[in-house]
């Protein structure tokens, strides 16, 4: 069975890091690029950012690009979100979700909730 | 702001056909295919639609998507209540050389 489980959320003063975590098992893990979404609460789906296969390349929403650095472990099947400069417009569910295509996503985890505030 | 426009909310009863509307540019959805994702409440998203009209293994085809210029929709036929969700459109822009989604609509079966 497919699974993604998101890990790291948490509550994060203005301007501090955290780093999320996405643990995937029942598929190829290496053969697949991983995809970071989130939705602010009571808000729509926001794309944050791609890492391929093989850990590069790695692409990034405008609105993230400079502080979010995505990286995968292959031997571990897991990908990291390294979140640095927050506030509190990333505040939201971060989701990560299994690539078909770079808008077809057809596994997903549960969210861990990353709230920014002091 | 989403970059896709949809109503934010949605209602029908039972056995009723709905549509949710997806309104893009030139740079996302008329020059490119449109998805839909269902969210029902408390859960991570689902692929719904791809490429405008095509329904996952295990979709009924009580869903379907259709797409003209720069806007799409999503129906719904014979309604049902676990059809209550939020109903998320998307697709690539090439403008912003990225994914989109619009703001979601909230689908309420009275």
């Known amino acids: 069975e497919v699974q993604l489980v998101e890990s790291g959320g948490g509550l994060v003063q203005p301007g501090g890091s955290l780093r999320l975590s996405c643990s995937a098992s029942?598929?190829?893990?290496?053969?697949?690029?991983i995809h970071w979404v989130r939705q602010a609460p009571g808000k729509g789906l926001v794309w944050v950012s791609r890492?391929?296969?093989?850990?590069?390349?790695?692409t990034y929403a405008d609105s993230v690009k400079g502080r979010f650095t995505v990286s995968r472990d292959n031997a571990k099947n897991t990908v990291y979100l390294q979140m640095n400069s927050l506030s509190a417009e990333d505040t939201a569910v971060y989701y990560c979700?299994?690539?078909?295509?770079?808008?077809?996503?057809?596994?997903w985890g549960q969210g861990t909730l990353v709230t920014v505030s002091s | 702001q989403s970059v896709l426009t949809q109503p934010p909310s949605a209602s029908g009863t039972p056995g009723q056909r709905v549509t949710i509307s997806c309104s893009g540019s030139s740079s996302n959805i008329g020059n490119n295919y449109v998805y839909w994702y269902q969210q029902l409440p408390g859960t991570a998203p689902k692929l719904l639609i791809y490429?405008?009209?095509q329904r996952p293994s295990g979709v009924p085809d009580r869903f379907s998507g259709s797409k003209s210029g720069t806007s799409a929709s999503l129906a719904i036929s014979g309604l049902r209540s676990e059809d209550e969700a939020n109903y998320h459109c998307?697709?690539?822009?090439?403008?912003?050389?990225?994914?989109?989604f619009g703001g979601g609509t909230k689908l309420t079966v009275l």
């Open positions: 029942g598929f190829t893990f290496s053969n697949y690029h």
């Open positions: 890492v391929s296969s093989d850990e590069s390349p790695t």
């Open positions: 490429r405008n009209n």
């Open positions: 998307a697709a690539w822009d090439g403008s912003l050389i990225g994914p989109v």
């Open positions: 979700a299994r690539d078909r295509d770079w808008v077809i996503y057809d596994y």
